[in-house]
């Protein structure tokens, strides 16, 4: 398993990737994660849902209801020009630490 900390760090990211694919739900995410992590990945409703409403108020998502099977809604988030400009600043981000990393690991042939 993932320690939580890092699993808290990736969530933004991770979320702005999956969304810049097309708009999702809150369960279709969980489980999209938890399929391309090779289940090592598992959010719950509790991490998730906060995270998406702070993107929310941060302007990077936005959300729409939509009615499915029996009368119930689902709420689907997609992704804002805002998001997309901060999944870019994300993606260099992480793709620094991955370098840094990467580099220190292959110098010690771990």
């Known amino acids: 398993m993932i320690p939580k900390e890092l699993v808290a760090a990736s969530t933004e990211p991770l979320i702005l990737s999956l969304l810049s694919k097309g708009e999702s739900y809150g369960y279709a ?5 938890k399929q391309l992590s090779g289940e090592k990945i598992e959010w719950t409703d509790g991490m998730l849902y906060p995270v998406l409403h702070r993107m929310e108020d941060n302007g990077w998502i936005k959300s729409r209801w939509v009615e499915v099977e ?20 994300k993606r260099e981000q992480w793709t620094l630490i991955n370098s840094v990393l990467s580099g220190l690991w292959k110098e010690q042939h771990v």
């Open 29 to 33: 995410l969980i489980q999209e994660v």
């Open 70 to 89: 029996n009368g119930r809604k689902r709420k689907y988030y997609s992704i804002k020009k805002d998001g997309q400009q901060m999944l870019k600043e």
